[in-house]
C-alpha cells in the first residue's frame, strides 16, 4: 500500500496528538519482542505516561498467553503505560473504556468500528484489533497502579494472515491507514481524554457509549472456558463494572472476563480475544 512504510516518528505522532503531546512521552523503536513487555519492565523508571509504538513486534502478547498474530506493515502496534489512583480491582472495566476511546476515535475518522466484549475491536463483523492490559503497581513504593496497555491494529488484511487467526481480518481504510504517525497520534489524543476520565469517574461514565457500540447484542452467545462451554445465553450489553450481562434461562447472569472466551452460536467458531 501506497505509504504504508512510512517511518514512525516521533515529532510526527506528536503533531498528531496536541492534546496528549505535552503530557505522555513518546518513544519509537524499530523492532521489539514485545512494547507491552518493555514497559512493564521499565515501570521503576517512568515519571510520566509514556507511549511505545514499534515498527515489527516479533512476540506481541494477547490475552490468556496468546500471540499476537500481524504481518510486517500491516498494522499499528504500541503500548502506552499509564499511571492510575485506582485499585486493581477498579480497573475491571478499563479494557472495555480503551474500546470505547478506540472505536469512538475512528468513528470520528468515518470509520464504524463495533466493539466485542471483553477487548476486540470489529470491522465489517471481521477482527480489526485488539486490546491488551496488564497492570502493575509502583516499583518506588508509592502504591500507584500502572496499566500498560497494549493496542495492535491491522493496516493491512491479507489472506494468509486471515488463515493464520482463522476468521476473517478486517482492515482501515488505504486513506485512514497510509499515515501512520498521524493516525498514532490520533489514537493517543483519544486514549489521554478517555484515560483521563476513567481515573476521575471509573468505567461508569462508559458503560452506555459501550453499550451502544456492542456488536453482538441480541446475539445468541456462549462463554467458555479454555474451550469447555460454561455458560450460554443472549447477550444483552455489560454493567457498571464491566461484566457481560447474559440474558439466560435463570435469569440475567454477569460475566468476568478473567481468561474466558465468547463464542456466537450461530457460526459455531470461536471468537478468541486477543491484543499486542
Do not use: Y
Amino acid at each position: 500500500m501506497q505509504g504504508m512504510h512510512n517511518l514512525l516518528s516521533v515529532s510526527a505522532i506528536a503533531a498528531g496528538a496536541p492534546g496528549a503531546a505535552g503530557r505522555v512521552a513518546i518513544e519509537v523503536v524499530d523492532r521489539t519482542a514485545s512494547t507491552n513487555a518493555d514497559l512493564l519492565a521499565r515501570l521503576g523508571q517512568l515519571s510520566q505516561p509514556t507511549l511505545l509504538a514499534a515498527e515489527s513486534q516479533t512476540a506481541g502478547r494477547g490475552r490468556a498467553g496468546r500471540a499476537w498474530l500481524s504481518c510486517d506493515g500491516g498494522s499499528l502496534t504500541f503500548s502506552l503505560a499509564w499511571p492510575l489512583q485506582r485499585t486493581i480491582r477498579e480497573l475491571a472495566g478499563l479494557p472495555l473504556a480503551v474500546g470505547v476511546a478506540l472505536a469512538e476515535t475512528l468513528g470520528a475518522c468515518k470509520v464504524p468500528v463495533r466493539l466485542k466484549w471483553p477487548n476486540d475491536l470489529l470491522l465489517d463483523d471481521a477482527k480489526l484489533g485488539g486490546i491488551l492490559i496488564e497492570t502493575a503497581l509502583d516499583r518506588n513504593g508509592s502504591q500507584r497502579v500502572w496499566a500498560v496497555i497494549g493496542i495492535g491494529m491491522n493496516l493491512a488484511g491479507p489472506e494468509d494472515l486471515a488463515r493464520q487467526i482463522g476468521r476473517p481480518v478486517a482492515a482501515l481504510p488505504a486513506g485512514l491507514a497510509q499515515d501512520r504517525n498521524r493516525l498514532l497520534g490520533t489514537l493517543l489524543d483519544g486514549l489521554d481524554g478517555a484515560l483521563r476520565q476513567f481515573e476521575r469517574e471509573g468505567f461508569a461514565a462508559f458503560c452506555d457509549r459501550w453499550n451502544a457500540l456492542h456488536a453482538w447484542v441480541g446475539k445468541d452467545v456462549s462463554i467458555l472456558d479454555h474451550g469447555r462451554v460454561i455458560l450460554e445465553g443472549v447477550a444483552a450489553g455489560v454493567d457498571a463494572q464491566g461484566q457481560l450481562l447474559l440474558d439466560t434461562a435463570a435469569g440475567l447472569m454477569p460475566v468476568l472476563a478473567g481468561d474466558v472466551s465468547l463464542r456466537m452460536n450461530e457460526n459455531g467458531s470461536e471468537q478468541h480475544a486477543v491484543a499486542g
